[in-house]
């Protein structure tokens, strides 16, 4: 194995590698990226995996010999971090990787690649094509939601639903929800399954209204990594227990959360009878200083409104009071209050693209429903966030 590239080159395609190397694993390998290195088509393609998420990258390099090793991921990235800013050379030496540039050099021990586990070739017949700064957005709305309780694994995932003529996307951890709906998008590939010798995929399934997958958030956390405004699709192949994104030089392999998540909507009141509207910024930055002096068990923040008057304030025992009267805001409905955690809203406002934000709220034990003011044309946005209880 022998190759040599531009360090800005190699650089660019492994710098994200390695936040998918898994920090806790029974299997040593997987510290490793595998390397393989085509002398025919000058192409190296560099695995790595936690088994849950399977990251493979291919590009260009001028190769004069093929091989293939395994080698420490962590020390791969951080040696090619500070090599000189110019043409890298790799080979292999018996046991060795070899990484040269200028006078720096480098001899970093290589593992058995025959450890590493077997990858299977993307197969991208029945895949389906989505602009891809449109799926960055849907998981930039949505990711935030997702629980940290490996004791409901499920709601680690984001669901993604795929309708006929639309699809969602839909995070929840039981005290807030973040949904962006897509309108009028047909996503299902053309029908196959009367051709002969086509193999029955995920799209074809008797008595399936919808295609439901539940994706773990680190797997679209990469994806939102490697984003390039240049590339402008994605490549997505859904099958029963994993999804296939391609995407630029990139492909990457999925497990899926294999429970049905759960029906979240139900939580959507239906009808809330007060309404108000507020700058964005206005109302962030008073939450934001009434917390400094909220009670760190529940981060509870209140708000407190009517036609006349609206208090953001919060109360500790051990700390102290804070308050703030907000203005220009416009309210409709009846005098009423209502308690949360103020990280969560924040969460919530963070991914509200208007200058404005609508909430809707009811009495102290209803949830708040937060929105866009100008709803994005073909795309339904919506946030809930659960009350603390008083």
Request: net charge negative; with cysteine; glycine share 4%.
């Amino acid at each position: 194995m022998r190759l040599a590239i531009e360090k800005k080159d190699l650089l660019a395609h492994i710098q994200h590698l390695a936040s998918v190397v898994p920090s806790k694993n029974t299997s040593p390998i997987l510290n490793n990226y595998l390397i393989n290195v085509f002398e025919e088509t000058n192409l190296v393609r560099i695995t790595t995996s936690d088994l849950e998420i399977t990251v493979v990258v291919e590009f260009p390099a001028a190769v004069s010999e093929g091989g293939t090793i395994a080698v420490s991921a962590r020390h791969f990235n951080e040696i090619i971090n500070y090599m000189p800013d110019a043409v890298i050379n790799l080979w292999r030496h018996d046991e060795l990787l070899m990484i040269q540039s200028g006078k720096v050099d480098f001899n970093l021990l290589i593992a058995d690649h025959t450890l590493f586990p077997v990858i299977p070739e993307p197969q991208l017949n029945n895949a389906i094509t989505i602009d891809s700064a449109l799926f960055n957005r849907m998981i930039s709305k949505t990711y935030f939601a997702v629980s940290s309780d490996v004791n409901r694994a499920v709601l680690t995932g984001v669901c993604w639903k795929i309708f006929p003529d639309y699809h969602l996307m839909a995070a929840t951890d039981g005290r807030k929800v973040a949904e962006i709906k897509i309108l009028e998008t047909n996503l299902l590939p053309p029908a196959q399954e009367n051709e002969p010798g086509v193999e029955e995929n995920i799209f074809t399934e008797q008595n399936q209204s919808f295609v439901e997958k539940v994706i773990p958030v680190k797997t679209l956390q990469f994806l939102q990594k490697i984003f390039d405004p240049e590339v402008k699709e994605i490549k997505i192949a859904i099958e029963r227990n994993k999804v296939l994104f391609s995407y630029g030089k990139f492909f990457v392999f999925s497990q899926v959360i294999e429970h049905k998540y759960p029906e979240y909507q139900k939580a959507f009141p239906s009808d809330l009878p007060n309404r108000f509207m507020i700058d964005k910024e206005s109302l962030r930055t008073a939450i934001r200083r009434v917390a400094l002096v909220a009670p760190d068990d529940n981060l509870r923040i209140r708000f407190e409104l009517d036609n006349e008057n609206f208090e953001v304030n919060t109360s500790n025992r051990d700390t102290g009071d804070a308050k703030q009267n907000m203005e220009d805001y416009s309210f409709e409905g009846t005098s009423t209050g209502v308690s949360f955690n103020y990280k969560y809203m924040l969460s919530i406002l963070d991914a509200v693209d208007s200058e404005k934000a609508i909430i809707k709220l009811g009495t102290s034990k209803d949830p708040m429903m937060i929105y866009n003011e100008n709803p994005t044309p073909g795309q339904e946005l919506t946030f809930l966030l659960m009350p603390l209880r008083s």
